[in-house]
């Protein structure tokens, strides 16, 4: 007899495999959204948080040890409104109270648990907490009880908590303001190679001690070093990426990377796998065999290429998120062997792929929370084997993948995550062009058009995320950044289709642009158009295990600078990057996109001179007329006629009003450049005119005085796309009295013209 079906809660109804995963939770589980907190405004509770992923380890525990727990549900639910988050949904939430929680304990991680006032303000957080006390350690029960003490009789204490933690968040995302800006040179690349220089294990590789996770960033950025020419730097970069490949972190059967070692030796991972990981992980490796023409570095790419492929992708292009680190209720099971497994299936090769993988009759690793052997072997080698020993490895491994695929695989989070898929379409590209592999670019391109036409909501706007066909959530500045660079990795990997994918990258560009920036502001905002407002904004301003969304955007607009010659691009990046100099100087290890966003701006301005700063003082008007001002000089842009044909021509004339007592120099004091798309090209018609400005002294200089007028025409070509068109005005310009000279500023602004037929 079948035992009843256990009841479900909200959560069943709910997309996220990981929020469907507490579906019979006793636990009463809101989702995020306005109704949990309305109940708990109601009936004056506080709030619940917690939030994690799907193939989160420890968020898996504490299911089981207290969200699967009568007692500890009961008070759940008398005393509390729970409210569960997928981290990979609403990246927002979990970066606010990821820094709430970080500044109450120092620490974070997932699960992240968070309790709450009805208004969403956090008054204590945490991340696992055990169901029982343990020692000193008080249990999760005790803490339910205690904090609902607390608010019952100190409600006032907790609201003035949370009012000050809300503050201190606030305040972070304030850092870059209180640390100043600093030089954009190469003083502050300099001082990040030494930073991981003097933080690299020397010993293991990596950065620190253990837990070890994958330091994308810090390798992109000293393998950059490297061709550039410094041999230490690489060799860092190196070490690093053999220790993960030669690690138990590698996945040596089944190609791809789990998430993290436990161990400083990369021996003993946590055994989920991530498509961020192995994405960012297959352009490096890729790019490492680029530079050193080293087979291994060749295999690994090949391996997690492959893996994407074949056990990532959905059916209509999209990646998979994530496999779980668990099955059949242990961790690693899918992935560990038994030494006399092998024996049996290897028969007269076991003793050689026992030696060389560390295979031993007690297993080779301890239990992380007990410390008692397993009498299981996770698969590492000691050094690279030689050509002839892989010859021999690899039909032997392909067996233990056959036998492998008869286990119960791990849990699949099959939902489609559009920052990640842009990093796996980044990451087959790179890999796909390096190792002339069509297999791998294929893979590349149904991921953009999965990208481009799948994960969109009916106005055709990319959605954060989207499974059994549909999303809800708008797209995040990271997951619009991350399309860029897809498009163009895309572009230099399929040179027929390059013209097309830089077209769409520039669209893309144009929407972030238009959706994250800051009013007022400079730099990127995390969210944008369509998104809820928090107790606090998120900024995203450091490298985690994808790169920083801000620092992304700044990277994916040099890009296109390089690439259209379009200066307005570069010196909104450039004003991106002058907020955060600061915190650069400050925090090296931690802002390599940020570094590499500065490296591209110096090697653009090597080429092209000095990149003006991205000052708006005005509105950026989205019609066929635009004005803005900064003392002392004003300009007014207008495009006439607004519509424009496909073959036909418009005008675009840009007004330069200098303020009397002041002038512009002939040389070097004024240049205005317009750029309208690659498909409407934009060409000088008449050039501002000059006149002389008179010395006291009795001589003269040529000079732009009074009013100046610089037109431009405009002519869509035949394929031009049709619609509306985004017409950017860049006007550079130094200011002088008399002999006396102001540096170089600049305004721009952005007009709308309208491509017909």
């Keep these: 007899m079948s035992s009843p079906e256990r009841p479900r809660n909200r959560l069943a109804s709910e997309a996220s495999p990981y929020l469907r995963q507490h579906a019979t939770n006793p636990v009463d589980w ?18 619940f948080l917690s939030i994690g992923y799907s193939s989160c380890h420890w968020c898996h525990v504490m299911e089981r040890e207290s969200f699967e727990n009568p007692e500890i549900a009961r008070v759940l639910n008398e005393r509390y409104v729970s409210v569960k988050v997928d981290r990979e949904e609403r990246p927002d939430v979990d970066d606010v109270y990821m820094n709430a929680v970080q500044l109450v304990v ?70 870059p303001e209180r640390l100043g800006e600093r030089p954009l040179d190469g003083g502050l690349g300099e001082a990040l190679t030494g930073a991981l220089k003097r933080a690299l294990d020397a010993r293991h590789g990596g950065f620190g001690t253990a837990p070890k996770f994958p330091p994308h960033g810090a390798l992109e950025w000293l393998l950059r070093k490297g061709r550039e020419g410094d041999r ?22 089944g190609g791809g990377f789990h998430r993290y070692s436990t161990d400083a030796e990369w021996l003993v991972p946590h055994f989920e796998k991530m498509l961020t990981d192995n994405a960012q992980l297959l352009s490096l490796y890729a790019v490492a065999f680029a530079q050193t023409g080293r087979d291994l570095y060749r295999r690994v790419a090949r391996g997690i290429a492959d893996y994407l492929l074949s056990g990532m992708r959905g059916p209509e292009g999209g990646f998979y998120s994530a496999t779980d680190a668990d099955s059949e209720g242990e961790e690693g099971r899918y992935f560990v062997w038994a030494e006399r497994e092998l024996r049996d299936l290897l028969g007269g090769d076991a003793a050689f792929f026992c030696e060389l993988y560390q295979v031993r009759p007690e297993g080779n690793y301890r239990d992380e929370a007990t410390g008692r052997p397993t009498g299981r072997n996770v698969l590492h080698l000691l050094e690279e084997p030689t050509s002839d020993e892989e010859r021999r490895l690899s039909p032997l491994r392909a067996r233990l993948g056959a036998r492998r695929s008869l286990r119960v695989p791990p849990g699949l989070d099959d939902k489609r995550v559009a920052s990640a898929n842009a990093l796996a379409a980044s990451g087959l590209s790179v890999a796909g062009r390096i190792l002339k592999e069509p297999r791998y670019v294929e893979g590349a391109r149904g991921a953009v058009r999965f990208l481009l036409a799948t994960c969109r909501d009916r106005d055709g706007r990319l959605l954060r995320s989207w499974k059994d066909g549909a999303g809800r959530v708008p797209a995040f500045l990271e997951d619009e950044a991350y399309l860029v660079h897809a498009l163009l990795d895309l572009a230099e990997a399929d040179p027929a289709e390059a013209a097309s994918l830089r077209k769409r990258a520039r669209e893309a560009a144009e929407e972030l642009r238009s959706r994250f920036r800051r009013p007022g502001r400079p730099g990127f905002g995390f969210t944008g158009e369509g998104h809820e407002a928090l107790v606090a904004e998120g900024r995203d301003l450091f490298d985690k295990a994808i790169p920083s969304a801000p620092g992304s955007a700044a990277r994916a607009l040099l890009r296109l600078a390089a690439a259209d010659g379009d200066l307005s691009l570069a010196a909104q990046a450039k004003e991106a990057i002058a907020e955060v100099s600061g915190l650069m100087a400050r925090l090296p290890h931690g802002t390599e996109t940020w570094h590499l966003a500065l490296a591209s701006l110096l090697e653009l301005e090597e080429r092209r001179g000095p990149v003006a700063r991205w000052r708006v003082s005005g509105p950026r008007a989205a019609g066929a007329v635009a004005e803005a001002a900064l003392d002392p000089v004003r300009v007014r842009a207008e495009a006439s006629p607004p519509r424009v044909a496909r073959g036909g021509g418009a005008e675009v004339a840009v007004h330069v009003s200098i303020a009397p007592g002041a002038y512009l120099p002939a040389e070097g ?12 090209p934009a060409a000088v018609a008449e050039a501002p005119r000059t006149t002389f400005v008179e010395h006291e002294d009795g001589t003269a200089e040529a000079a732009f005085r009074g009013e100046v007028v610089a037109r431009f025409g405009l002519a869509p070509g035949p394929g031009a796309a049709l619609g509306q068109r985004s017409v950017s005005v860049l006007v550079r310009f130094r200011a002088c009295r008399e002999r006396t000279c102001e540096p170089e500023r600049s305004l721009s602004l952005s007009l709308g013209v309208e491509v017909v037929r």
């Design 669 to 680: 004091g004024l240049a205005v450049e317009v750029w309208a798309g690659g498909d409407v």
């Design 30 to 47: 809101y989702p995020w959204g306005p109704e949990a907190f309305e109940k708990a405004r109601r009936e004056g509770k506080p709030v």
């Design 232 to 253: 230490t730097a690489e060799g860092a970069a190196l070490l690093t990426l053999d220790a993960m490949a030669l690690g138990g972190i590698h996945d040596h059967v």
């Design 106 to 175: 120092g620490r974070g991680g997932w699960p992240l648990s968070a309790f709450l006032l009805p208004d969403g303000r956090p008054f204590f957080g945490g991340t696992y907490f055990p169901p029982d006390d343990r020692g000193a350690r008080a249990g999760f029960r005790t803490l339910l009880l205690r904090l609902s003490e607390a608010w019952a009789h100190r409600r006032e204490e907790l609201e003035e908590t949370a009012e000050r933690i809300v503050e201190e968040v606030r305040d972070a995302a304030r850092l």
